[in-house]
């Protein structure tokens, strides 16, 4: 049972425009979103976070939003860059009140930026 | 910023024999380590959680027999495969922390185990 779910395995984007990178939830407990970057032989590292009490989360390039009632969060990239070019995790979890805890990861999309 | 150190990055091991994957925090005291487990085209599954001094918290399905993890120090974590068997060929990765926010735990580097 995938409780996240990112249906593009893969996304190509021409340098300078925006990617975007989605992924849907079915546990509605989920109340705390994560996206990870992994590059080639190395582990995930974090790029953005989201609490379900917002709808738009904004770091620079990046901009992570949550649409609730759809179960939907997607990343936008802008302007996507070649570097940017790893695999995206969406990751979710069930509480953000400061404490380690565990997560529910999504299969993820590996975007290419091409110049 | 912080860093889990994870070795080795790749093994390929016999049928039957044990092996042993380490994780280290090389800048903070990782109070906690999650393991996790990646087959291709799939995503992270958790395996176990553990705690420094404590018994691992395995997940539902996970052998805690055939995946001894070990949690002495605050600096390290071990995962230790049984008696692997070609189906035990995966990535495993461990993400360690202090019990701040989820997006302050830090990633290894993953190791990749093959099994022939």
């Known amino acids: 049972d995938q409780q996240v779910k990112q249906n593009s395995p893969s996304l190509s984007v021409q340098e300078g425009r925006i990617s975007i990178l989605n992924c849907d939830y079915t546990?509605?407990?989920?109340?705390?979103f994560l996206w990870y970057k992994k590059y080639p032989a190395e582990g995930p590292t974090f790029l953005i976070s989201?609490?379900?009490?917002?709808d738009k989360n904004e770091d620079g390039r990046f901009t992570v939003f949550l649409n609730k009632s759809a179960k939907h969060l997607s990343l936008h990239i802008v302007p996507s860059q070649p570097g940017d070019s790893a695999v995206y995790f969406c990751a979710a979890q069930s509480s953000n009140t400061g404490t380690a805890s565990k997560l529910t990861f999504g299969t993820g999309t590996r975007l290419q930026v091409t110049l | 910023g912080a860093v889990v150190s994870q070795h080795p990055s790749r093994v390929i091991c016999k049928s039957g024999t044990s092996v042993k994957i380490e994780c280290r925090s090389l800048?903070?005291?990782?109070?906690?380590m999650f393991w996790y487990r990646q087959f291709p085209k799939q995503s992270l599954m958790l395996m176990a959680t553990?705690?420094?001094?404590?018994?691992?918290?395995?997940e539902q399905g996970v052998e805690k027999d055939k995946f001894l993890i070990n949690h002495a120090s605050l600096t390290l974590s071990t995962l230790t495969v049984t008696s692997a068997h070609p189906e035990d060929s995966s990535f495993y990765i461990c993400?360690?922390?202090?019990?701040?926010?989820?997006?302050?735990?830090?990633f290894g580097e993953g190791s990749r185990l093959t099994v022939l």
């Open positions: 993400r360690g922390g202090t019990g701040g926010l989820a997006g302050e735990l830090f």
């Open positions: 553990s705690n420094e001094g404590s018994k691992a918290t395995y």
């Open positions: 989201i609490s379900s009490i917002k």
């Open positions: 800048d903070f005291q990782a109070t906690t």
């Open positions: 546990n509605s407990m989920f109340d705390y």
